[in-house]
T-cell receptor, first 112, second 112 residues
Framework: GDSVTQMEGPVTLSEEAFLTINCTYTATGYPSLFWYVQYPGEGLQLLLKATKADDKGSNKGFEATYRKETTSFHLEKGSVQVSDSAVYFCALPSGGYNKLIFGAGTRLAVHP | ETGVTQSPTHLIKTRGQQVTLRCSSQSGHNTVSWYQQALGQGPQFIFQYYREEENGRGNFPPRFSGLQFPNYSSELNVNALELDDSALYLC???????????FGPGTRLTVT
């Protein structure tokens, strides 16, 4: 069945460092791909999405490119801030009714 | 535009009891999905309601049930609570069942 695999955390970075969080997927066809972010004590917020191969989703300085060849959707940011500290989830819709399959999440901690 | 809201924020119940969680969907959205997020894990799909009908179900026992009302708000009911039901319960709404989902802040359920 469809699945999402994320790099394990936690990821600890200094402010202004470069961020990469790896995400690979297994799916039938070419589904849309999503990154969600969960700040401490909150629900999930949609961070960015890509709907087809080679699409690049971007938001708040974060980017991810839909790579069909490597079935990947890695999240990147050129310069992280303390406020980016959160848990990041990669997800894809599965089944005819669009349920979301999530990765296990990657916790990011950014320190000054 | 009002986002997805959930109530209550926190809830403590005893094993064997029953609980009802509530969700109001975002304006213009007719689909509600429920997810269970155990501590340190990604959300797991429970079920989805589309125009007041159950539209898909994950691997959860029948003691997890739901409703969707004509205004598209929704309830999640859990009977015979078990300790493992302790989790953050997330509700997400979308416009039709093929669009990206927007999450509420969640209800933290603790079963003792």
């Amino acid at each position: 069945g469809d699945s999402v695999t994320q790099m394990e955390g936690p990821v600890t970075l200094s402010e202004e460092a470069f961020l990469t969080i790896n995400c690979t997927y297994t799916a039938t066809g070419y589904p849309s791909l999503f990154w969600y972010v969960q700040y401490p004590g909150e629900g999930l917020q949609l961070l960015l999405k890509a709907t087809k191969a080679d699409d690049k989703g971007s938001n708040k300085g974060f980017e991810a490119t839909y790579r069909k060849e490597t079935t990947s959707f890695h999240l990147e940011k050129g310069s992280v801030q303390v406020s980016d500290s959160a848990v990041y989830f990669c997800a894809l819709p599965s089944g005819g009714y669009n349920k979301l399959i999530f990765g296990a999440g990657t916790r990011l901690a950014v320190h000054p | 535009e009002t986002g997805v809201t959930q109530s209550p924020t926190h809830l403590i119940k005893t094993r064997g009891q029953q609980v009802t969680l509530r969700c109001s969907s975002q304006s213009g959205h007719n689909t509600v999905s429920w997810y269970q997020q155990a501590l340190g894990q990604g959300p797991q799909f429970i079920f989805q309601y589309y125009r007041e009908e159950e539209n898909g179900r994950g691997n959860f026992p029948p003691r997890f049930s739901g409703l969707q009302f004509p205004n598209y708000s929704s309830e999640l009911n859990v009977n015979a609570l078990e300790l493992d039901d302790s989790a953050l319960y997330l509700c997400a709404s979308s416009r039709d069942n093929f669009h990206e989902q927007y999450f509420g802040p969640g209800t933290r359920l603790t079963v003792t």
